[in-house]
């Protein structure tokens, strides 16, 4: 089993990647589940959010696949979620959160804001990386964004329809979409060069992170994690 986290400095933030491994859920969200909404015992999900944040409290939304970035605020530490796929903060002390099982998670950072993005076909399609961009702007106009990419389906796997596919035509070979090629297009269009991968795939791991196509509906939720 592989090591529970991959984490990556980012201009002085911490950006984690979760899997599997390293929590207290029983099968078969085992072990490191950190879904709130995926039929898991929630006391174990709450002591997992603790574990993969080293104790900080997690700011998440209730994830829809759209494009809205939301600035954190205590509220989305609680249960009552916000809708959303990506949250920002010049907070220190929180951890933002995308929850993903084949979705890709971008955190950004510059010396003064964080941020993360759940970014699917659909968020990538709808301007979600560039919004998380311009949202980071907003608070931080000069300062130099950096990017990790974090485990999703890669292209090796992520087979859609051919109405999906049009949608992304530099970043599909056939029926198979690079969501990672598309996420790099969009942020470079954006002005953010500096672009780190962790270049693992969701699918092709079975045995380090879940995977919704892989495992089917019942499944449990990693994330990309973000704090300073």
């Not at 070979?173 to 996420?183: P, T």
Request: net charge neutral; aromatic share 4%; hydrophobic share 45%.
């Amino acid at each position: 089993m592989a090591a529970p986290f991959v984490d990556v400095r980012l201009a002085g933030a911490t950006a984690r990647f979760t899997g599997r491994a390293g929590g207290v859920s029983g099968a078969p969200y085992d072990t490191l589940n950190l879904g709130p909404a995926t039929g898991d015992d929630p006391a174990a999900v709450r002591r997992n959010l603790s574990i993969a944040s080293d104790g900080r409290p997690v700011a998440r939304l209730r994830q829809v696949h759209g494009s809205d970035i939301r600035t954190a605020v205590p509220a989305d530490t609680g249960a009552d979620l916000r809708e959303g796929d990506g949250l920002v903060t010049t907070s220190t002390g929180i951890a933002l959160a995308a929850m993903t099982a084949d979705c890709l998670p971008v955190v950004l950072a510059t010396s003064e804001v964080i941020a993360v993005v759940h970014a699917g076909w659909r968020g990538l399609a709808a301007g979600v990386v560039e919004n998380g961009v311009a949202a980071m702007r907003d608070l931080d106009r000069t300062g130099e964004i950096r990017v990790a990419l974090g485990p999703g389906a890669g292209a090796c796997c992520y087979e859609v329809g051919p109405e999906v596919a049009a949608r992304f035509p530099e970043d599909a070979s056939g029926r198979f979409v690079d969501l990672k090629a598309a996420a790099r297009r969009r942020l470079a269009a954006a002005g953010v060069a500096l672009v780190h991968d962790v270049n693992r795939c969701t699918m092709c791991e079975a045995d380090v992170f879940f995977s919704h196509r892989r495992s089917g509906p019942v499944t449990g939720r990693q994330a990309g994690l973000v704090w300073r």
